[in-house]
């Protein structure tokens, strides 16, 4: 009988943004929604906030996102043309560096050194890229791709309080928009959960949790600034 393993550390890269992006969508808009509710403004007001705040926020996401894995991978292509060059004016010391990580794994020296060996005699860039410096075809740095996910993510989540917001009479539409987004949130949490192996539960509970306490504290804030103007 064939034994297949699922493993899921290639989806680290989109689906960090992916949901990262889905979750601010909803908590970013939604809050954005009940605070200018419960600051007594019209719908016309309340949809105008929350198109910006969804156009903003995608846009921001994506810049975002784009940035940060772009430093990510410029640090990794920096590392790698070091161990490159590395290679080049010292082999012999390349293969004993080699050979030493893997004697610290566990393997005995004979056989360390035979698999540093054949590795570099294989790929050396490679075997050093993967073993001395950590990076890994599956986990390497996609600046692009982590900013589509993430701008398309946040627009479909911004998306979902911003239609509640269009068709809830105003004297429902926070509370419907608040316990909507909470339950888009948990449906989120759980999914992403599954999606990268971990307990559903816990998924879902951790990014409510924090989605209702935006919410809770972006409503405070509407309320008082209400009552002043």
Same mark, same amino acid.
């Given at each position: 009988?064939?034994?297949?393993?699922?493993?899921?550390?290639?989806?680290?890269?989109?689906?960090?943004?992916?949901?990262?992006?889905?979750?601010?969508?909803?908590? !970013?808009?939604? !809050? =954005?929604?009940?605070?200018?509710?419960?600051?007594?403004?019209?719908?016309?007001?309340?949809?105008? +906030?929350?198109?910006?705040?969804?156009? $903003?926020?995608?846009?921001?996401?994506? &810049?975002?996102?784009?940035?940060?894995?772009?430093?990510?991978?410029?640090?990794?292509?920096?590392?790698?043309?070091?161990?490159?060059? !590395?290679?080049?004016?010292?082999?012999?010391?390349?293969?004993?560096?080699?050979?030493?990580?893997?004697?610290?794994?566990?393997?005995?020296?004979?056989?360390?050194?035979?698999?540093?060996?054949?590795?570099?005699?294989?790929?050396?860039?490679?075997?050093?890229?993967?073993?001395?410096?950590?990076? @890994?075809?599956? +986990?390497?740095?996609?600046?692009?791709?982590?900013?589509?996910? @993430?701008?398309?993510?946040?627009?479909?989540?911004?998306?979902?309080?911003? =239609?509640? $917001?269009?068709?809830?009479?105003?004297?429902?539409?926070?509370?419907?928009? &608040?316990? @909507?987004?909470?339950? #888009?949130?948990?449906? =989120?949490?759980?999914?992403?959960?599954?999606?990268?192996?971990?307990?559903?539960?816990?998924? +879902?509970?951790?990014?409510? #949790?924090?989605?209702?306490?935006?919410?809770?504290?972006?409503?405070?804030?509407?309320?008082? #600034?209400?009552?002043?103007?």
């Amino acid at each position: 009988m064939s034994h297949h393993e699922i493993h899921r550390s290639h989806r680290v890269g989109w689906l960090r943004a992916a949901v990262l992006g889905a979750n601010d969508g909803i908590v !970013s808009t939604a !809050s =954005l929604i009940i605070g200018v509710a419960a600051a007594n403004a019209t719908q016309e007001s309340i949809l105008l +906030a929350g198109v910006a705040g969804l156009v $903003a926020g995608a846009m921001s996401m994506a &810049a975002g996102e784009y940035v940060s894995v772009s430093s990510q991978s410029d640090t990794e292509n920096a590392d790698i043309t070091l161990e490159k060059r !590395s290679l080049e004016n010292d082999f012999e010391f390349e293969k004993d560096e080699l050979a030493q990580i893997y004697q610290n794994r566990g393997l005995d020296p004979d056989l360390a050194r035979t698999v540093a060996e054949q590795l570099m005699a294989h790929d050396a860039l490679g075997a050093h890229t993967r073993d001395e410096i950590g990076i @890994s075809e599956n +986990a390497g740095a996609q600046p692009v791709q982590a900013a589509f996910f @993430s701008a398309g993510t946040f627009t479909i989540g911004a998306a979902l309080p911003l =239609l509640l $917001a269009r068709v809830v009479p105003g004297s429902q539409l926070i509370a419907v928009v &608040a316990g @909507s987004s909470l339950l #888009f949130l948990a449906s =989120l949490g759980a999914l992403a959960a599954r999606a990268g192996g971990a307990t559903i539960l816990i998924g +879902a509970i951790r990014v409510t #949790f924090w989605g209702g306490l935006a919410m809770a504290l972006t409503a405070g804030v509407g309320r008082v #600034f209400g009552v002043v103007a």
